[in-house]
T-cell receptor
Framework: DAKTTQPNSMESNEEEPVHLPCNHSTISGTDYIHWYRQLPSQGPEYVIHGLTSNVNNRMASLAIAEDRKSSTLILHRATLRDAAVYYCILRDPQGGSEKLVFGKGTKLTVNP | EPEVTQTPSHQVTQMGQEVILRCVPISNHLYFYWYRQILGQKVEFLVSFYNNEISEKSEIFDDQFSVERPDGSNFTLKIRSTKLEDSAMYFC????????????FGSGTRLTVV
């Protein structure tokens, strides 16, 4: 599985934007970049995924570097409910493996 | 919004006993998964299930574990003879397009083996 690197923790203030980075320097051409989050005492929650172009949905935006060796999950206005562990995961549809490989992720703290 | 439902939310069992964890995936999803998370550790993949058979399993998923889709709605994980180290949160997930889409996870079953 291609490896991702994320900071262990980040802190933000409520109603401010949050940029969560992820490095994946060994990404292959067919790896999709997926983001999940896990709120305290809950199961993981799908956030967003993309391949090359930047992606937006109602939860967040995903900015992918031109060389695809890094990406950034953007929460436009953090709320207290966004406090969670955020996971950046690479998945290759052509690789045959369906599993999600979770790392330690980034623990986001949102201050009121 | 459709959700994955897991029951029970908490199960306490004696070592050596069999347990069955139940899941109702989203109705039009075709791919089903079980993951577990030991307290304070990473979320770990156990097994994936598609077209009424296991498509992939991890090293954790040994002969003590089995999965079944007994009818059109339920997806179960059975642990035949529980061990203390099986204590964990067990998450069921489903997806509609497998590798091309995200997983929707349930809120989990906390299994405590005593």
């Amino acid at each position: 599985d291609a490896k991702t690197t994320q900071p262990n923790s980040m802190e933000s203030n409520e109603e401010e934007p949050v940029h969560l980075p992820c490095n994946h320097s060994t990404i292959s051409g067919t790896d999709y970049i997926h983001w999940y989050r896990q709120l305290p005492s809950q199961g993981p929650e799908y956030v967003i995924h993309g391949l090359t172009s930047n992606v937006n949905n109602r939860m967040a935006s995903l900015a992918i570097a031109e060389d695809r060796k890094s990406s950034t999950l953007i929460l436009h206005r953090a709320t207290l409910r966004d406090a969670a562990v955020y996971y950046c995961i690479l998945r290759d549809p052509q690789g045959g493996s369906e599993k999600l490989v979770f790392g330690k992720g980034t623990k986001l703290t949102v201050n009121p | 919004e459709p959700e994955v439902t897991q029951t029970p939310s908490h199960q306490v069992t004696q070592m050596g006993q069999e347990v069955i964890l139940r899941c109702v995936p989203i109705s039009n999803h075709l791919y089903f998964y079980w993951y577990r998370q030991i307290l304070g550790q990473k979320v770990e993949f156990l097994v994936s299930f598609y077209n009424n058979e296991i498509s992939e399993k991890s090293e954790i998923f040994d002969d003590q574990f089995s999965v079944e889709r007994p009818d059109g709605s339920n997806f179960t994980l059975k642990i035949r003879s529980t061990k203390l180290e099986d204590s964990a949160m067990y998450f069921c997930a489903s997806s509609d397009q497998g590798l091309l889409s995200g997983h929707t996870f349930g809120s989990g079953t906390r299994l405590t083996v005593v």
